[in-house]
């Protein structure tokens, strides 16, 4: 199958600072791309949509302002949490789509990043 | 509103065959997805069904009715690493993935 790349695996931060989190597509092209975020025996929760070249729709209750995303190229999409606080602290997640026709619309997942905000 | 149905948790035994069941109610039907989680990582892809029947991989299979708004992952010959999280998800009329809660698995000896 496709596959997503996702970087960092694992990073620590202190609280106040920035982090970026980055998802490649590494042999398509995905047109689509969305960010989950995962909490403790919890399932995942959709955070945004991003489509290449135009700006995320974020789901309901989730700040754009706080989780940057963009889109720049058909095989990288960037997450970044600004002013990170230790309750940001979590399991990100994002997937990857390529829409063509004849495709199943079955999302490839990263690896994950788990970010711990001290 | 749209709802994913499945149950919290199920313990069966190794080498057995558990089935899970999925049932949902969204806006517009494009398939759905069977996903599996080992704590701490990410999801991997199990199957896709977008009509209705059985669809068969290896040990595991899933089912489809989509008048019933039903579906289920069955897993054979269970084995203590098939122990996970089994994620169902539907995609909508927009191309949305709605998801499950999940249903954690337990094997036991």
């Known amino acids: 199958g496709a596959v997503v790349s996702q970087h960092p695996s694992r990073v620590i931060c202190k609280s106040g600072t920035s982090v970026k989190i980055e998802c490649r597509s590494l042999?398509?092209?995905?047109?689509?791309m969305f960010w989950y975020r995962q909490f403790p025996k919890k399932s995942l929760m959709l955070m945004a949509t991003s489509n290449e070249g135009s700006k995320a729709t974020y789901e309901q209750g989730v700040e754009k302002d706080k989780f940057l995303i963009n889109h720049a190229s058909l095989t990288l999409s960037t997450l970044t949490v600004t002013s990170a606080h230790p309750e940001d602290s979590s399991f990100y997640i994002c997937?990857?789509?390529?829409?063509?026709?004849?495709?199943?619309?079955?999302?490839?997942f990263g690896e994950g990043s788990r970010l711990t905000v001290l | 509103g749209q709802n994913i149905d499945q149950p919290t948790e199920m313990t069966a035994t190794e080498g057995a065959i558990v089935q899970i069941n999925c049932t949902y109610q969204t806006s517009g039907f494009n398939g759905l997805f069977w996903y599996q989680q080992h704590a701490g990582e990410a999801p991997t892809f199990l199957s896709y069904?977008?009509l209705d029947g059985l669809e068969e991989k290896g040990r595991f299979s899933s089912f489809l009715s989509r008048s019933k708004g039903y579906s289920y992952l069955l897993l054979k010959e269970l084995q203590m690493k098939d122990s996970a999280s089994y994620l169902c998800a539907v995609l909508d009329s927009n191309y949305q993935l709605i998801w499950g809660a999940g249903t954690k698995l337990i094997i036991k000896p």
């Open positions: 997937s990857a789509r390529s829409v063509r026709q004849g495709d199943t619309g079955e999302l490839f």
């Open positions: 069904n977008v």
């Open positions: 042999d398509f092209q995905a047109t689509t």
